[in-house]
């Protein structure tokens, strides 16, 4: 028999598919459902206004009365207020009261000033923290007579007993301040507007009233109401999950919200409620400019935003005096959609008989193409990013197409991963991700080569059998490969023990040769830790120079259509290759250019040699030693003797260039002191001693 094609299994599966079935279910039960769906939302968000107003108004009929109950008392006795002792029913009312920060009273006669008041974690008091345990405090101003203030703050914890007091001069005059002098023109209680309290850096509300004594007026009473009650008030009852909910004043400024947000900020000494419009979700804004502009009045309506549907509901509080403020809550249409998924659950059910066997063949048929082909997709992809995974366990199925397609992965898997082993890794990876031709041709390039070679191989390999040669080798070269690889470079080719490497290309960097430069501090790195296992053993340690140069060469595929190299050409290779050499001469493990120092020499502990005539150029170039590397790491780190090293012979090099030898000498010779075993600094003294020295030259 034979297997389907994956045509057939697709036309199939199309054939038997039910979406209209399902189309007409949904339309129909929306279509139904939407009247319930927005009845029901407008009836919750009217039902959360009202008890929420309800609220608000209670919260404020309860201080307003507290209030009056202060101003009562002092009515019924006029000296109540003249002493201290009236601190005690002050604390009363504010400890008993929701949401008051201070209960407090002025008096008119000599500015007298009474309060009791709460006392925030962090506040200072004459310049001073509270004591500790300080949650409340008496505070009082009398004058003594002679016009002189003095303001006492008597601490207590919260089982009323004292815990420090502080006494300190003062000027404060409960006659001058804004909510005594509005009360008192306006002959009445007040509530004040939104307003900041400064000692508490709170938002809140001072609701006052005028004391009688015997028909002439004696003072103002007053509490400190915040704001923060109302806006916890409103996030513990919210209309919906995702509903907010606002109190409003007359122009639209937030007073109190569900999400609890700072709703204020003060420009200097004032203070600017922030507007319904500039909430931090433009999506409230936008929502609140679709209602309808009128004076008074409840009002509800839909709004299409950004793809959703949102109810509004935009209410007054009636009873708060002098105020026309309002409640605010939008809500999305989805919080409500319960009743509408309730009944799309049942029309479903009637259907579902009907559909059931069709549905269950489309979910088996998507279910068998779907899995091999995502299996099938995962490989291809890590064929094309040469990832570490190999493939493996490939989908089995009857479908021929499928099992042809499996096929051919891993046939290409095992011919990209063996054309990797010979090519270029990033090349490869270039080619398959911008699927070019591999042609024959190059460009020229500024980029970064390195060359690496084990130094005294020929000895070493007639002191170990050859089996621990080659392993030993491999080794070395395993390291390299990681070092070159882990930042991004690209190994051009492996020359016996050596390797020529480069960076900047196929993929253009800006760092290349930093990159260059950190490979080569890892494999040296590497490298003595391996020797260090060799050593334990008794074994030959391994030594690899480095040279590296940063230049302008031919860079591209070489060679014939039958078989090419990438690889790169010219001056710049040879002069790498050169630097490499040149570590023999000095007795140093890496070389580099002064064009590498010039690109990447911010991140690079380095000394200068000298400058070098190299073989095959008649201009010397300048070369450093490479000891370390700056922030890239505490193993790269130099320390303070290699920092103190290379100053030196930074300072000696200057000497040099300026044609003072016996400066340069005098500097190279203390280095020998403190280095008896500095190679560079013997060389370049006998270089120096040598009276035919015309430069260096490396073959």
């Known amino acids: 028999m034979r297997n389907p094609s994956l045509k057939s299994v697709i036309l199939t599966l199309f054939l038997i598919l039910t979406l209209p079935v399902f189309i007409g279910v949904i339309a129909f039960n929306y279509l139904s459902s939407e009247t319930i769906a927005r009845s029901d939302s407008l009836k919750r968000l009217e039902q959360h206004q009202s008890i929420a107003a309800d609220s608000v108004e209670n919260l404020f009929r309860e201080v307003s009365a507290s209030v009056e109950t202060m101003a009562s008392a002092g009515r019924v006795q006029p000296d109540l207020f003249q002493n201290i002792g009236a601190l005690d029913f002050l604390t009363t009312v504010a400890r008993g009261t929701p949401d008051v920060l201070s209960a407090y009273v002025g008096l008119e006669t000599d500015g007298t000033f009474l309060q009791a008041r709460a006392m925030l974690d962090g506040q200072n008091v004459h310049g001073a923290p509270l004591p500790d345990g300080t949650t409340f405090a008496h505070r009082w101003i009398i004058p003594d007579g002679d016009g002189a203030f003095d303001e006492t703050y008597e601490f207590l914890n919260t089982d009323n007993q004292a815990t420090g007091r502080s006494r300190a001069a003062s000027t404060y005059d409960p006659r001058k301040r804004f909510w005594y002098e509005v009360t008192k023109a306006a002959d009445r209680l007040t509530i004040s507007d939104p307003d900041l309290f400064a000692t508490l850096s709170l938002v809140g509300f001072t609701i006052a009233a005028p004391i009688y004594w015997h028909d002439q007026f004696s003072g103002i009473v007053a509490i400190d109401l915040t704001l923060e ?3 916890s008030y409103l996030a513990e009852r919210q209309v919906s999950p995702n509903s907010v909910s606002f ?17 204020s900020r003060t420009i200097g000494d004032r203070l600017r409620l922030t507007h319904i419009s500039e909430w931090a979700d433009q999506m409230v804004g936008i929502v609140y400019s679709q209602r309808e502009i009128q004076d008074r009045g409840a009002q509800s309506y839909f709004v299409q935003h950004d793809g959703r549907e949102f109810v509004a509901s935009l209410k007054p509080i009636e009873s708060v005096a002098h105020k026309d403020w309002q409640i605010f809550v939008i809500a999305p249409m989805d919080d409500f959609n ?18 059931a066997l069709q549905i269950l063949i489309i979910w088996l048929l998507a279910k068998k193409l779907s899995t091999p082909l995502e299996r099938l997709a995962s490989s291809v992809e890590n064929i094309r990013d040469l990832r570490q995974e190999t493939v493996n366990d490939l989908p089995k199925t009857r479908v021929r197409e499928i099992q042809m397609l499996s096929s051919a992965v891993e046939t290409l898997d095992t011919a990209i991963r063996s054309f990797a082993s010979f090519v270029p890794v990033s090349l490869v990876r270039d080619l398959l991700q911008s699927e070019q031709k591999l042609e024959i041709g190059g460009s020229s390039r500024f980029l970064t080569i390195f060359f690496s070679d084990m130094e005294g191989f020929s000895d070493l390999s007639e002191k170990i059998p050859s089996k621990e040669l080659v392993q030993r080798v491999s080794d070395y070269l395993n390291i390299a490969t990681k070092s070159v690889n882990r930042e991004a470079g690209t190994i051009d080719k492996f020359i ?14 800006e760092d290349h040769a930093r990159r260059a430069c950190m490979a080569a501090l890892h494999i040296q790195r590497a490298v003595g830790a391996l020797n260090a296992e060799v050593l334990a053993v008794g074994g030959n340690p391994l030594n690899v120079r480095i040279g590296i140069h940063s230049d302008a060469v031919i860079v591209g595929n070489i060679g014939s259509p039958e078989r090419m190299s990438y690889t790169v050409l010219g001056d710049g290779v040879n002069i790498a290759s050169r630097l490499e050499a040149l570590n023999k001469t000095y007795g140093t493990n890496i070389c580099i250019s002064h064009s590498v120092y010039k690109e990447a020499g911010d991140s690079l502990c380095v000394r200068p040699i000298g400058d070098v005539r190299v073989k095959g150029r008649r201009a010397s170039i300048t070369v450093y030693e490479l000891l370390g590397a700056y922030g890239q790491g505490a193993e790269y780190e130099p320390d303070e003797e290699t920092l103190q090293l290379a100053e030196i012979s930074r300072a000696a090099f200057e000497r040099r260039l300026a044609g003072d030898d016996d400066g340069a000498i005098a500097l190279y ?15 370049v003294l006998a270089e120096m001693s040598s009276a035919n020295r015309t430069g260096t030259a490396v073959g």
């Open 338 to 355: 319960a009743e509408i998924k309730s009944n799309n659950r049942r029309m479903l059910l009637l259907g579902l008989g009907a559909t």
């Open 496 to 509: 016996g023990d050596g390797v020529m490497a480069f960076w900047g290309a196929p993929t253009i960097m």
């Open 247 to 263: 109190i409003l004043d007359a122009h639209g400024n937030i007073i109190a919200n569900s999400q609890e947000r700072t709703v």
């Open 229 to 231: 009650g109302l806006s």
């Open 669 to 683: 010779r203390k280095i020998l002191t403190d280095h008896p075993d500095d190679p560079v600094a013997r060389t």
